[in-house]
């Protein structure tokens, strides 16, 4: 019996608004018949259920200690260890998570998205290969606007009054640097048709077994 292949994780970073979970989302359609997940970050931010929703607001979401990478990194290891992980699961419309999990059993490929995830050595110690999608500030403001009055239920006026608080400082504190750690740069988000194909492609490659294992290089 063929036994099953090494786990391969791909991080992809990129601030927010780039194109993560599009880019995220087109390789996953890209190999639609693939051993292939995808883990947010973003499922890892911290419970605020001991805070009232006024103050919960008022949280800097974009600084790392928001969120419980410890427990990240742990279920990456587990699954590295060939054991399946609870993922949690987060509600922006209420800014905490959700008292369900989700089961994930170990895939081939694992996918890892957030804007921070190359920040921390230890997790990006867990990541084969590290893509940092990259796309004009404006471009990002306007995907942001769009989505979070849209689907995560804010205001105009929320919407900007945190990109200028929170959001911009901490991505020029942490986002923006964590790009010197990436393998690949994806200008243009998450829709950059060379990237998709590049990525989707090494990654079918993976999925087939059809690449030596050691690289010389
Ligand atoms: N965030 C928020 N409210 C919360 C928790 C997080 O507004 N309660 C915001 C943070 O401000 C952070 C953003 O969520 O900037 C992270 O998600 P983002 O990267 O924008 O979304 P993705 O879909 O993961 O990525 P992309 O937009 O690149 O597809």
Same mark, same amino acid.
């Given at each position: ?42 499922? @890892? @931010? ?25 427990? &990240?990194? %742990? ?7 060939? =054991? ?79 990109? =200028? ?6 991505? &020029? ?29 090494? &990654?079918?490659?993976? &999925?087939? %077994?059809? @690449? ?6």
């Amino acid at each position: 019996m063929e036994s099953k292949p090494k786990l391969v994780v791909i991080g992809i970073a990129g601030g927010s608004g780039s194109g993560k979970s599009t880019f995220a989302d087109l390789v996953l359609a890209n190999l639609d018949d693939a051993d292939l997940a995808v883990i947010r970050h973003d499922a @890892y @931010y911290r419970p605020l259920d001991h805070l009232s929703l006024a103050e919960r607001k008022k949280v800097n979401f974009d600084h790392p200690d928001s969120l419980d990478t410890d427990r &990240l990194i %742990r279920d990456l290891s587990t699954l590295r260890s060939g =054991q399946a992980v609870d993922i949690p699961e987060y509600d922006f419309n209420q800014y905490t998570r959700k008292s369900t999990v989700q089961r994930l059993e170990l895939p081939s490929v694992l996918i890892v998205e957030g804007i921070l995830i190359f920040g921390e050595a230890r997790l990006r110690e867990l990541l084969d290969m590290k893509v940092f999608i990259d796309t004009d500030d404006d471009d990002r403001l306007i995907r942001r606007l769009r989505r979070d009055i849209s689907e995560r239920g804010r205001t105009l006026e929320e919407v900007l009054h945190q990109y =200028q608080t929170t959001v911009k400082p901490m991505h &020029l504190e942490f986002v923006e640097p964590s790009k010197r750690w990436a393998d690949i740069i994806i200008p243009h988000g998450g829709r950059n048709k060379v990237g998709l194909d590049l990525i989707s492609r090494k &990654l079918h490659m993976l &999925l087939k %077994r059809d @690449y030596p294992e050691e690289l010389h290089v």
